[in-house]
């Protein structure tokens, strides 16, 4: 089976700090690992994703995840938070395997306020 | 750019109604998902489809049926709807292997009174 946790609901930052948001999984083989993000009233829209390779991943918006086996987590992070990063974020992963399931789990969500 | 669009945003339907929402995208992806959101509960797969015709179950698939015709068009129904069915719908899709991402709609938020 495969899951994905987000300890945190909620993360509150000030504008131009470094932003965390956590993100721990389980599955039985390799991970494929995705973040998404959701503006109010929004669909959901892909940021970045690890597949293999570099465990540092880069996405959109200045975001960044680091991929860390042995503490089976993948934390989003941004050096710098803007008022505009306000929105909720989600963590979602898959086993890379042919058995199992072949769609995605996504976590409950860590909602992300940077005030100004 | 991928569009994945929903046939309502929002929905007001009475319990015991059967209740259809569509889900149409434009990229020839073939694999497609119906999510439904809740506070707290984050994304909870209902259906998904790797193929026309093909459907598999996901978390939660009690009350609902699915229906895939065409590659582009994923339907979601709910026989009956019920009360604790109230909550937003997501549609996505994907193209073939699972290491792509997917590309989702704007939701759809339905209320069963």
């Known amino acids: 089976a495969q899951s994905v946790a987000q300890p945190e609901d909620q993360v509150n930052v000030a504008e131009g700090n470094p932003l965390t948001v956590k993100c721990t999984y389980s599955v039985s083989g390799n991970p494929y690992l995705f973040w998404y993000v959701q503006y109010p009233n929004r669909g959901l829209q892909f940021l970045l994703k690890y597949i293999t390779g570099d465990n540092l991943v880069k996405g959109s918006y200045g975001f960044e995840a680091e991929f860390n086996k042995s503490q089976t987590s993948f934390h989003l992070k941004k050096p710098s938070a803007l008022v505009s990063d306000s929105a909720l974020y989600f963590c979602a992963v898959r086993d890379s395997g042919n058995t199992g399931r072949r769609a995605l789990t996504f976590g409950s969500g860590t909602r992300l306020q940077v005030q100004p | 750019d991928v569009k994945v669009t929903q046939s309502s945003r929002y929905l007001v339907k009475r319990t015991g109604e059967k209740v259809f929402l569509e889900c149409v995208q434009d990229m020839d992806h073939e694999n497609m998902f119906w999510y439904r959101q809740d506070p707290g509960l984050g994304l909870r797969l209902i259906y998904f489809?790797?193929?026309?015709?093909?459907?598999e179950k996901g978390d939660i698939p009690e009350g609902y049926s699915v229906s895939r015709e065409k590659k582009e068009r994923f339907s979601l129904i709910l026989e009956s709807a019920s009360t604790n069915q109230t909550s937003m719908y997501l549609c996505?899709?994907?193209?073939?292997?699972?290491?792509?991402?997917?590309?989702f709609g704007p939701g759809t938020r339905l209320t069963v009174l």
């Open positions: 996505a899709s994907s193209p073939g292997p699972s290491y792509n991402e997917q590309f």
């Open positions: 489809s790797y193929d026309v015709k093909m459907k």
